[in-house]
């Protein structure tokens, strides 16, 4: 059973900086992408980040581009949301999520492409 497990979530000021990461246990799959979505109340779960096997490729939606960086350690089959300068509007709980991809070189960006989901940690920005 594929299990994502994501942490370091909390609550932080405006400007502040977190941490998440996420780790996969429970499967063979020998590639497969990784993405960071979120959702805030009321709200549809949105695209954040995501990156390819052989973390070559990434993308970001553009309201996190150059403040978030989204990494792996396949080692350690886990992945890592660095968040920089958080604002209000980056409040919401997030989540990772996981694809199987043989080719390894693809990253992909819709809730409806990713097979398995993490519980969601919650991030609170304070203003």
């Known amino acids: 059973q594929v299990q994502l497990a994501e942490s370091g979530g909390g609550l932080v000021q405006a400007g502040g900086s977190l941490r998440l990461s996420c780790a996969a246990s429970g499967h063979t799959f020998r590639r497969y992408a990784m993405g960071w979505f979120r959702q805030a109340p009321g709200k549809e779960r949105e695209f954040v980040a995501a990156i390819s096997w052989s973390g070559v490729s990434t993308y970001y939606a553009d309201s996190v581009k150059g403040r978030f960086t989204i990494s792996r350690d396949n080692a350690k089959n886990t992945v890592y949301l660095q968040m920089n300068n958080l604002q209000p509007e980056d409040t919401a709980v997030y989540y990772c999520?996981?694809?199987?991809?043989?080719?390894?070189?693809?990253?992909?960006?819709?809730?409806?492409?990713?097979?398995?989901w993490g519980q969601g940690t919650q991030v609170t920005v304070s203003s």
């Open positions: 999520s996981l694809k199987r991809d043989s080719s390894g070189s693809y990253y992909y960006v819709r809730v409806s492409d990713y097979e398995y």
